[in-house]
């Protein structure tokens, strides 16, 4: 089959521009490069690997789970169904805690990402500040495998730590960063998720507060004198987080910041007792 026939086959089960995707991933080019091949013959082998894999797309996986990758602020990331996709929201996390990092410490930091799933907050602040340490931290064995192949793709010196958030870390950190479940047990959310995407990785008990509510409990032994955490949060939840804060942690401000779309989605709690 040509590249064209491909495409009419791709778009007539699903979204044109995610059978475009697609087959540009399967040949190595880039979307655009496909309109000027559309003449090409295609691999038999490659051919019914696409049908299979427009298929999948066609009964509601995802397309990232289908292709296996993502690019997470400018870095392709591995990732498959035993870890959440990462959305933009938390490029966004990453974007506004390396501004933190640059404004607030001048020497390298420690780093702990937890919950950290394919790692790709822990490891893009790696490759985007300096760093003394990053410590990966999940409970799930399968997602750290996921994060193992990412360390080696971007020849990451990070430490992986199989533990239930904080029960198997054992020093300090400049910055603890967490985008942990939040998601109401009860809580409507798109199908598309709920039937792809690792549940561990995104309920949260009946106010979806239970993960910030362990972690602020046990976190003061693990931060240094001057230190950040920085949460990803439900755009309802930021004055539940700060309330859970004020209660665990002294000579703290908090700071929340709002996404693209004007909705609370970081909290940032400073810590400074220099």
């Known amino acids: 089959m ?30 655009l490069e496909l309109l000027v091949d559309l003449s090409v013959q295609v691999k038999e082998e ?10 999948a797309l066609a009964n509601n996986k995802p397309l990232q789970y289908v292709i296996g990758s993502v690019n997470f602020y400018g870095n392709k990331f591995l990732i ?19 501004e933190f990092i640059n404004k607030y410490f001048t020497e390298p930091v420690d780093i702990l990402d937890l919950g950290c799933g394919s790692g790709v907050i822990g490891l893009t602040l790696e490759k985007k500040v ?16 996921v994060t193992q192949k990412n360390c080696q793709l971007l020849n ?12 198997n870390v054992s020093k300090k950190y400049d910055i603890i960063i967490s985008n942990p479940p939040y998601i ?38 693990y931060l240094k004198d001057k230190s950040i955490i920085a949460f990803e949060i439900g755009f309802t939840q930021a004055q539940a987080i700060s309330e859970i804060a004020k ?9 929340v910041k709002k996404d693209l779309s004007g909705k609370d989605r970081m909290l940032f709690i400073l810590k400074n007792n220099v």
Not at 80 to 98: A, D, G, H, S
Not at 247 to 255: A, H, Q, S, V
């Open 130 to 145: 300096s760093t003394n340490s990053v410590d990966l931290v999940d409970i799930n064995k399968d997602a750290l495998e």
């Open 46 to 55: 490659i051919c019914q690997l696409y049908k299979q894999e427009i298929l």
């Open 247 to 255: 209660e665990e942690l002294k000579n703290i401000e908090i700071i």
């Open 2 to 31: 040509t590249i064209e026939e491909l495409l009419v086959y791709g778009k007539s089960h699903c979204h044109s521009d995610h059978a475009k995707i697609l087959l540009a991933e399967l040949l190595g080019k880039n979307p």
């Open 156 to 167: 990451s010196k990070a430490k992986i730590i199989e533990s239930d958030f904080l029960n």
């Open 80 to 98: 498959n169904e035993k870890v959440l996709i990462p959305r933009f929201e938390t490029e966004e996390l990453v974007e506004n805690t390396i």
């Open 184 to 221: 109401k047990t009860n809580e409507e959310i798109e199908d598309i998720v709920k039937n792809n995407e690792p549940h561990i990785a995104l309920y949260a008990g009946d106010d979806g507060l239970d993960c910030y509510k362990k972690i602020l409990k046990n976190v003061n032994p």
